[in-house]
């Protein structure tokens, strides 16, 4: 995960687009770890099925950075550059939206891109998502546009 977060073109998307080092990772890992004890659920690693290779992460999780859109659960991914236009994101975090609405019992998920991230938003729009509002994430002053899903709409798209 070290190297995926080491990759400014990966992290370019990512708050201020800053680089994380492995210490930095590291913690990371360990928070995003607790919130799987916390909130019942977290990020997943996904890792190529034929060899075991990391790619990254799917996963949920509590979008703290963003308080106007709370209480929410944003399904997010994050994925080393080897491994995109693969369908690989999509994939990963359509089996996490489901996990979320029938594993957790969710009412909404929501997912949050920078403005001009298409790839990502490309990405939300398969999972059914659609845009409910544009903001600026506080955080580092770049503007957000933030996605939903609900479980009823969910439901309907998946008879």
């Not at 995926?4 to 990772?25: C, F, H, K, Y």
């Not at 916390?38 to 990254?56: C, M």
């Not at 997010?76 to 690989?88: D, E, P, V």
């Not at 509002?133 to 009823?152: G, H, I, K, Q, Y």
């Amino acid at each position: 995960m070290a190297a995926v977060n080491a990759d400014p073109e990966v992290m370019r998307w990512i708050r201020d687009g800053s680089v994380l080092d492995e210490q930095q990772t590291r913690r990371r890992v360990q928070a995003w770890e607790s919130e799987w004890e916390s909130e019942g659920f977290g990020l997943f690693a996904v890792e190529i099925r034929s060899t075991g290779e990391l790619a990254g992460f799917t996963g949920l999780s509590v979008p703290n950075f963003l308080p106007e859109v709370l209480p929410a659960v944003e399904v997010g991914w994050r994925l080393g550059r080897a491994h995109w236009g693969q369908g690989l994101a999509t994939e990963a975090a359509a089996a996490t939206v489901r996990f979320g609405f029938q594993e957790r019992g969710l009412e909404r998920i929501v997912s949050i891109a920078q403005v001009g991230n298409e790839a990502s938003e490309r990405i939300m729009t398969k999972l059914g998502m659609q845009p409910v509002r544009e903001t600026v994430n506080p955080s580092c002053d770049r503007r957000v546009r933030v996605f939903e899903l609900a479980s009823d709409q969910y439901a309907k798209a998946a008879r």
